[in-house]
Each structure stands twice: as C-alpha cells, then as structure tokens.
C-alpha cells in the first residue's frame, strides 16, 4: 500500500505546571529534508529526534515542533537583589548631592540598568523528557495514518489512470489489423501508380510490404505496454515506500506510450495515445508526492 509524503500529527501532554505541544508536518521532497523548531533546553536531543523522524519519514521535508506554555511559577528570570540594591544607594546619593525635589521612580530606572535581569540556566529533566517522547511516538502515529489516508487516496486515483491507460491500449490493439492491412492496400496502390500498371511483381511488393510492416509494427509495444501497467498496479500492493520505482515504471509505460505514437500512422490511434499521454502526465504528477 503506498503512503503520501503529505502528512501530519499532532499530540499534547502536560509535565508539572508545562503543557507541551508536539507537532509534526510533511511535504512532498525527494530527499529527507528535517527541520526541528525546539526549545533551547531540549536541544540536546537533536540528534536521537532526527535520527527517530529519519526512520519514521524516510522522505520528505519534514517539520517537527516542540511548543511549551510555562505556568505562571515558572521563573526562568531573576533579579539580582545585591545589584539592584546596590544601584539604589547610588541613585539615593546622587538625588541627594544634586539637589534633586520631587519623587524619583528608582524602580524603574534599575530595572532598565544592565545585568539586574539574569536567566537561570535551566538542565533537563529526564523524566520530563520521557513525557515528551512518549507525546512524540502518538504523533507519530498520527502523522503515519495521516500519510496512509493519504495515500490510499491517491492509490484509488492512480488506479484509475492506470486503467484507462489499459483500456485505451484495448483500442488501440483492436484497431491494429485493420491499420496494418490499410498499410497493405496503400503500399499495393501505390506501386501500382508508380509501375503505371494494374499488376505489380508480387517479390517486389512483399519485399516493400516487410519493410514498412517492420517500421510500423507496435506488437511488442503492445505487449511491453501491458506489462508495465500490470507491473505498475502490483507494486502499488506491495511494500510501502515505492514512490521513486513507480515513477521509473512510469517512464518505461511513456517510453512505450511515445513508440506507439510515432509509428501508428493513423489519426484515430493517434487520438488514444494523446489520451494515454494525457494520463501519464497526470499519473507523474501525483507520483511526487507518493512516498
């Protein structure tokens, strides 16, 4: 079953007065694109999260992000008092020798001074991290059955495509006979007009005959046709992560689609190969986003 490389999961837990958002996004990529959006306290875990979403993913460009809202007693800020006192016995002097009348907001002139505000450098809590990676793993899984929603609805749509290219391969088979015996009665006519006769030599014209039946013949088109559509669809049922081999096999049904175009030699089989091309396009077009 194939899955999308469009997905997302999402997850929220609380730990002691945090509550924790995990979110995880895709977009389609050929290659593994990872983008972490973290908190500075959990960045040590860098490399075991994109290690876990490398083996999850396998491909895509991928977001993954850790959003915390601390409760009201979460302090990461102090005040430094003796500082702050400090500057305060200062000011009071400095008010006083200058002589300086009516009220001072010394509050508000020491908060603005340097270093009175310092950050707590904050460790982390290996059991709060055990929270957070248990939140993880559910939106991870939340993210895998998003992408395998998604994909089963583009399975169905490439299924589809996949059938109408087979029907209209049924059509052109069908018209084939009687395309290669309009050859036949086109080449005798024309021999005829050349000769300037009612009879023709028979070697001459069997020898004509071969020559532009074997630079017309789509039989093993055909049949190289048919066989990469049946392959296409048994791949899709097969193990997940099939993006990148459907597109080769895609390239081999348009290499086939483009051959039997170029020697069919007839304007209503000409029709159907557009209408084949017509599907292949949209067929690649959604391959890339089939993981």
């Not at 348009?254 to 007839?266: H, P, Q, V, Y």
């Amino acid at each position: 079953m194939i899955r999308s490389m469009t997905g997302y999961g999402k997850a929220i837990t609380e730990w002691e007065n945090k509550k924790i958002t995990i979110e995880i996004r895709s977009l389609n990529s050929k290659q593994f694109d990872f983008n972490l959006r973290i908190p500075g306290l959990y960045k040590e875990k860098e490399l075991e999260l994109r290690s876990l979403i490398m083996k999850e993913a396998e491909r895509g460009r991928i977001e993954l992000s850790v959003y915390v809202e601390a409760g009201s007693e979460e302090r990461n800020v102090k005040i430094n008092q003796e500082l702050a006192k400090s500057h305060y016995e200062d000011l009071a002097k400095l008010s006083e020798t200058l002589n300086i009348k009516g009220e001072i907001d010394y509050l508000s002139l020491i908060m603005r001074m340097p270093d009175i505000l310092k950050a707590e450098k904050a460790e982390l809590n290996e059991q709060e991290w055990e929270v957070i990676e248990i939140a993880i793993d559910q939106a991870v899984l939340e993210f895998n059955k998003f992408r395998l929603d998604e994909g089963l609805a583009l399975g169905n749509e490439l299924k589809e495509r996949i059938h109408t290219i087979q029907s209209l391969l049924e059509k052109v088979v069908a018209m084939d006979s009687e395309r290669i015996s309009n050859i036949k009665e086109r080449i005798r006519k024309n021999l005829e007009e050349v000769l300037d006769s009612g009879k023709i030599d028979q070697n001459r014209f069997e020898q004509e005959l071969i020559y532009y039946i074997e630079k017309l013949d789509i039989s093993e088109e055909k049949l190289r046709l048919k066989t990469h559509c049946k392959y296409f669809l048994d791949t899709m049922h097969s193990t997940a992560g099939e993006g990148r081999k459907l597109s080769f096999i895609g390239q081999e049904i348009g290499r086939e689609i483009n051959t039997i175009g170029s020697k069919a030699n007839n304007a209503e089989m000409q029709k159907f190969v557009v209408e084949m091309k017509d599907e292949l396009e949209k067929i690649k077009e959604q391959l890339l986003n089939v993981l």
